[in-house]
Structures are given as structure tokens and as C-alpha cells.
């Protein structure tokens, strides 16, 4: 059975604090379990001394009084703790009505936007989630239902970068969500239950409450399990390849401005589809771009009009997020709204 001191001990074992108490911690704290969890665990590492952490809480004025009860409950938690608490408010509705994106992707987005706001003004070298292992099954579950490449296998990654100086870090992804719920109880401390969380007409949500319970049932007891040891292979695959799609960047592409890139096709044309595809992948991750909505034939078309061997100006493709992508003679130029064009 799960202690306290048995959990504090594992993320003691994976994240020393050590690593993060001189450059300090910002944590995203939605009032939900498992971050709350993420905030105890991280306030009994540091002990005495919790001036290395901070919070962030946003509310998305999605749940009308329920979100502000979350705030509420998070700014009187870090109170109670004496841990400096940035919150924010924004009208998701208008966010994602203006950027055309859904709300679920335009609250990502903005999210992790402010949180590296945040940590750049107060120079915070870490933001920390609380993403575990069952969104690690739910996210490759999820990617292999609506269709993924190899890469999309590898789940959500445990660190990348924010910025130069910002580093983003989940490190409960080897945490079950039980496991975190059972510490709070025996912590006697209580957390915000979303009701939204329950509502399936959410996708994440009919996976999380319809088909893993129907997959358990009715396929494979240790369905969670072999979906975690393939994002492990995934992981795995993209190591190996990461340094091959990062010569492919150095050789080929340039930025043209902020937001833009000019990709030269004519060093493109003879290298393997897969990578060419994985290379543009790289560059939405790196600058962050909204995936959720670009599938397979997204990338193959982008990847076409690379290595389209006519080097007739095309006319302008749009993207999921606004992302414009047009082959001007031997280069494929891809721009992010508002970006400034060379």
C-alpha cells in the first residue's frame, strides 16, 4: 500500500529537488486531484523552505460558479501553504470564437502561453503539470483512434522546452490517478471535482469513461499497460530518429521571421517520406503550433508540396490554428498568424 512518504519518495527518486530548488518551480494548479496532489508532493519536497515554488492558476470562466470556486480554493490553499499564487482570468468562449480553434485546444494553447509568461517574468527555470500515467494512456489511446503517425505513439513527453529559459516537466507521468487520490484521503485534503469531466460528449471523455472501461472488460485486462509500453517504444523509435530529423532541420530549413519558416525543398527531395513528414512535425512542436487537428493527410499534403519536383508558385494552404503554408519556387514558406513575412 501507498504511503505518503512512499509517494514523496518516488518523486523525490525522479525529480531531485535538487535539480529544481535553485531554479524554482512553477506549478499549474487547476484544483482538480491531481494537481493538488502535484502541489502537496512538491510543498513536503521542499520542506520548510517552499520560496523555490509558485502557482498558476487559470480560470477559463468556463463553469461559470464552479470556476470560481476553483480559484478561490487554489488562492486560499497556496495561502494556507505560503506559496505565491499568479492567478488569471479569461474568457475562453472569446479565445477560441476568435482564433477558430476549439475551446479544448485554444485552453491549451493559451495555457501554456501564460505559464511561460509567468516564469519569464519572475525567472522560474521550471513549469510543472500534472499529467499522469492515465492521461499518458488516454493521449495514445486517443492519437490511435483518430489516426497517428509513429511519433504520436510516443504520448505526452515528460520535459521540453517552453523557451530559452523555461523548461516544461511533468513528472507525475508515472503516477497512476488512484494512487494520487489515495494520498490526498489519507492527507485529508480535499480537491475541486470538474464536472465537465464527466460530461462525454467530450471525446477524451467517452475514452476515459466508455471505451478503456469496455476495453478492460471485454479485450484485455492489461489494456493500460500495453498502451504505456507502446508510448515506451514510440519514445524509444523517436531517439533514435531525433537526430537524423534534427540534421534534416540544419540542412534545410531557416526562420524567415517571427513564426516563419522557409523550408529549402531541392535537399528534401530524395530523403524518405516518413522523415520528411517527421520534420515538419518538429517544427509544430517546437514552436508549439496546435496538432490536435492536423492528421495524416495534412502532413502528406504538406510533405507533397515539398517534394513536388515543379517549382511553380502554388497558392497558400490553411492550416488548423491559421497556419499558412505556400511553395514560392524551390522553398515551402510556413507562417503562423500575425507573423511578420519576409
Not at 504511503?3 to 527518486?13: D, G, I, V
Not at 470556476?67 to 488562492?75: L, T, W
Not at 493500460?224 to 531517439?239: I, P, T, V, W
Not at 516518413?274 to 496546435?290: D, K
Request: aromatic share 6%.
Amino acid at each position: 500500500m501507498n504511503t505518503p512518504r512512499s509517494l514523496e519518495q518516488k518523486l523525490a527518486e525522479r525529480w531531485s529537488r535538487d535539480s529544481w530548488r535553485s531554479s524554482g518551480v512553477l506549478l499549474a494548479v487547476s484544483g482538480g486531484a491531481d494537481s493538488v496532489a502535484l502541489f502537496r508532493l512538491m510543498a513536503a519536497l521542499c520542506g520548510v523552505d517552499r520560496t523555490p515554488l509558485r502557482v498558476f492558476h487559470l480560470n477559463h470562466m468556463l463553469r461559470e460558479a464552479e470556476s470560481d470556486r476553483d480559484e478561490q480554493f487554489v488562492n486560499e490553499m497556496c495561502s494556507r501553504f505560503s506559496i505565491r499564487c499568479h492567478l488569471e482570468r479569461l474568457d475562453m468562449h472569446a479565445e477560441a470564437q476568435h482564433s477558430g480553434e476549439s475551446i479544448e485546444t485554444a485552453s491549451r494553447s493559451k495555457r501554456y502561453t501564460l505559464l511561460q509568461q509567468v516564469a519569464e517574468r519572475h525567472g522560474v527555470g521550471y513549469v510543472a503539470t500534472a499529467h499522469t500515467a492515465d492521461d499518458q494512456v488516454e493521449t495514445i489511446l486517443h492519437r490511435i483512434v483518430r489516426g497517428t503517425g509513429v511519433s504520436g505513439l510516443s504520448g505526452i513527453p515528460r520535459i521540453r522546452s517552453l523557451g530559452p529559459a523555461v523548461t516544461l516537466i511533468r513528472p507525475l507521468l508515472d503516477f497512476r490517478r488512484a494512487d494520487l487520490v489515495d494520498y490526498l484521503n489519507l492527507l485529508e485534503q480535499p480537491y475541486c471535482q470538474d464536472a465537465s469531466n464527466a460530461d462525454v460528449s467530450y471525446t477524451r471523455n467517452r475514452i476515459r469513461h466508455e471505451l478503456l472501461p469496455l476495453l478492460r472488460e471485454n479485450y484485455n485486462p492489461g489494456v493500460d499497460a500495453a498502451l504505456l509500453r507502446l508510448g515506451s517504444l514510440g519514445s524509444e523509435l523517436n531517439r533514435y530518429l531525433d537526430p537524423e530529423v534534427q540534421r534534416l532541420r540544419d540542412v534545410a530549413v531557416q526562420t524567415s521571421g517571427k513564426s516563419v519558416f522557409s523550408i529549402d525543398c531541392r535537399p528534401l527531395m530524395a530523403v524518405d517520406r516518413y522523415l520528411v513528414r517527421e520534420l515538419l512535425i518538429s517544427i509544430w512542436v517546437t514552436e508549439g503550433w496546435p496538432r490536435q487537428a492536423m492528421g495524416f493527410a495534412e502532413w502528406e499534403s504538406l510533405r507533397s508540396m515539398i517534394q513536388d519536383i515543379s517549382e511553380n508558385e502554388k497558392p497558400a494552404r490553411m492550416l488548423p490554428g491559421g497556419i499558412s503554408a505556400r511553395r514560392d519556387a524551390s522553398r515551402l514558406v510556413l507562417a503562423a498568424p500575425q507573423s511578420d513575412l519576409a
